[in-house]
Nanobody
Framework: QVQMVESGGDSVQAGGSLRLSCIVS????????FHWHRQAAGAEREWVST???????DYTDSVKGRFTISKDRTQNTVFLEMNSLKPEDTAMYYC????????????WGQGTQVTVSS
């Protein structure tokens, strides 16, 4: 029984910080890579960050130095720490398993809304 639940989204002022959580049930986060994506209203979905099964990380250029992706095996959770938030970070943020994940390929959570005001 696989489940991924995103949480931590909120409305914050520019320059603020949020920590998004992708709480995983049904498989171990260490067994898979994960992505964070975001989609602003009326815009195309955008890839934000990746963490591999071996904890290699990568980010889209616009968030490098501000966002940090990580996994915690004990909590079985994938995190996206977001600092120095900008209005252009406003979007629905989604957690997704890698297409190579042996448990569930390309599985999406329901998302959590981040709103950054100036």
């Amino acid at each position: 029984q696989v489940q991924m639940v995103e949480s931590g989204g909120d409305s914050v002022q520019a320059g603020g910080s949020l920590r998004l959580s992708c709480i995983v049930s049904g498989f171990d986060v260490d067994s898979c890579g994960f992505h964070w994506h975001r989609q602003a209203a009326g815009a195309e979905r955008e890839w934000v960050s990746t963490i591999s099964a071996t904890n290699f990380v990568d980010y889209t250029d616009s968030v490098k130095g501000r966002f940090t992706i990580s996994k915690d095996r004990t909590q079985n959770t994938v995190f996206l720490e977001m600092n120095s938030l900008k209005p252009e970070d406003t979007a629905m943020y989604y957690c997704q398993t890698s297409v190579t994940c042996p448990a569930v390929s390309g599985y999406w959570g329901q998302g959590t809304q981040v709103t950054v005001s100036s």
